[in-house]
Nanobody, 114 residues
Framework: VQLAESGGGLVQPGGSLRLSCVAS????????MGWYRRAPGKGRELVAG???????NYADSVKGRFTISGDNAKNTVYLQMNSLKPEDTAVYYC?????????WGQGTQVTVSS
Protein backbone atom coordinates (compact mmCIF):
# COMPACT_ATOMS: atom_id res chain seq x y z
CA VAL A 1 0.00 0.00 0.00
CA GLN A 2 1.27 3.46 -0.86
CA LEU A 3 0.03 6.77 0.46
CA ALA A 4 1.05 9.93 -1.39
CA GLU A 5 0.50 13.32 0.24
CA SER A 6 0.43 16.65 -1.54
CA GLY A 7 -0.79 20.18 -1.01
CA GLY A 8 1.61 21.50 1.60
CA GLY A 9 3.41 24.80 1.32
CA LEU A 10 3.94 28.23 2.80
CA VAL A 11 0.87 30.22 3.80
CA GLN A 12 0.27 33.36 5.81
CA PRO A 13 -1.56 33.25 9.15
CA GLY A 14 -5.28 33.14 8.55
CA GLY A 15 -4.84 31.44 5.20
CA SER A 16 -6.01 28.06 3.94
CA LEU A 17 -4.51 24.92 2.45
CA ARG A 18 -5.97 21.60 1.34
CA LEU A 19 -3.88 18.48 1.77
CA SER A 20 -4.55 15.39 -0.32
CA CYS A 21 -3.62 11.78 0.38
CA VAL A 22 -3.95 9.40 -2.56
CA ALA A 23 -4.00 5.72 -1.61
CA SER A 24 -2.98 2.89 -3.92
CA UNK A 25 -6.25 1.11 -3.19
CA UNK A 26 -9.81 1.91 -2.09
CA UNK A 27 -9.99 4.01 1.05
CA UNK A 28 -12.92 1.81 2.12
CA UNK A 29 -10.41 -1.04 2.52
CA UNK A 30 -9.04 0.71 5.60
CA UNK A 31 -10.72 0.78 8.99
CA UNK A 32 -9.65 4.36 9.49
CA MET A 33 -7.57 6.97 7.74
CA GLY A 34 -6.16 10.09 9.27
CA TRP A 35 -3.72 12.94 9.31
CA TYR A 36 -0.96 13.31 11.87
CA ARG A 37 1.59 16.07 12.23
CA ARG A 38 5.00 16.54 13.77
CA ALA A 39 6.06 20.06 14.66
CA PRO A 40 9.71 20.97 15.19
CA GLY A 41 10.90 19.67 18.55
CA LYS A 42 7.60 17.92 19.28
CA GLY A 43 6.16 14.44 19.02
CA ARG A 44 3.73 13.26 16.39
CA GLU A 45 0.09 14.04 17.13
CA LEU A 46 -3.21 13.04 15.59
CA VAL A 47 -4.86 15.92 13.76
CA ALA A 48 -7.98 14.29 12.31
CA GLY A 49 -9.34 10.87 11.46
CA UNK A 50 -12.15 9.40 9.39
CA UNK A 51 -13.54 5.88 9.63
CA UNK A 52 -14.75 3.74 6.74
CA UNK A 53 -18.24 4.54 7.98
CA UNK A 54 -17.64 8.26 7.71
CA UNK A 55 -17.24 9.12 11.39
CA UNK A 56 -14.70 11.84 12.05
CA ASN A 57 -12.65 13.03 14.99
CA TYR A 58 -10.36 16.00 15.50
CA ALA A 59 -7.70 17.25 17.85
CA ASP A 60 -9.07 20.01 20.08
CA SER A 61 -6.53 22.43 18.64
CA VAL A 62 -7.99 22.17 15.12
CA LYS A 63 -11.73 21.74 15.78
CA GLY A 64 -13.76 24.25 13.82
CA ARG A 65 -10.81 25.05 11.53
CA PHE A 66 -9.90 21.75 9.85
CA THR A 67 -12.14 19.31 8.00
CA ILE A 68 -11.28 15.76 6.95
CA SER A 69 -13.16 14.12 4.10
CA GLY A 70 -12.81 11.22 1.69
CA ASP A 71 -13.53 10.55 -1.98
CA ASN A 72 -13.51 6.83 -2.66
CA ALA A 73 -13.82 7.30 -6.41
CA LYS A 74 -10.41 8.99 -6.30
CA ASN A 75 -8.94 6.84 -3.48
CA THR A 76 -8.24 10.15 -1.75
CA VAL A 77 -8.59 11.62 1.72
CA TYR A 78 -8.44 15.38 2.12
CA LEU A 79 -7.64 17.72 4.98
CA GLN A 80 -9.06 21.21 4.47
CA MET A 81 -7.23 23.61 6.75
CA ASN A 82 -8.65 27.09 7.33
CA SER A 83 -7.68 29.93 9.63
CA LEU A 84 -4.16 28.58 9.83
CA LYS A 85 -1.94 29.63 12.71
CA PRO A 86 1.85 29.62 13.08
CA GLU A 87 1.49 26.77 15.57
CA ASP A 88 0.05 24.62 12.77
CA THR A 89 3.51 24.57 11.18
CA ALA A 90 4.57 20.94 10.93
CA VAL A 91 5.14 18.01 8.63
CA TYR A 92 1.76 16.43 7.98
CA TYR A 93 1.53 12.68 7.46
CA CYS A 94 -1.26 10.58 6.02
CA UNK A 95 -2.05 7.39 7.93
CA UNK A 96 -4.17 4.35 7.09
CA UNK A 97 -5.03 1.45 9.36
CA UNK A 98 -6.42 -2.01 8.82
CA UNK A 99 -6.94 -4.63 11.52
CA UNK A 100 -3.44 -5.96 10.97
CA UNK A 101 -1.32 -3.11 9.66
CA UNK A 102 -0.66 0.62 9.73
CA UNK A 103 0.62 2.56 6.73
CA TRP A 104 2.26 5.98 6.52
CA GLY A 105 2.93 8.46 3.77
CA GLN A 106 6.18 10.37 3.39
CA GLY A 107 4.77 13.64 4.70
CA THR A 108 4.20 17.12 3.37
CA GLN A 109 5.52 20.32 4.95
CA VAL A 110 3.09 23.03 6.02
CA THR A 111 4.59 26.35 7.11
CA VAL A 112 2.43 29.15 8.44
CA SER A 113 4.37 32.38 8.57
CA SER A 114 4.12 36.02 7.60
Amino acid sequence: VQLAESGGGLVQPGGSLRLSCVASRSIFSFNIMGWYRRAPGKGRELVAGISSGGSTNYADSVKGRFTISGDNAKNTVYLQMNSLKPEDTAVYYCNAKTTLRTYWGQGTQVTVSS
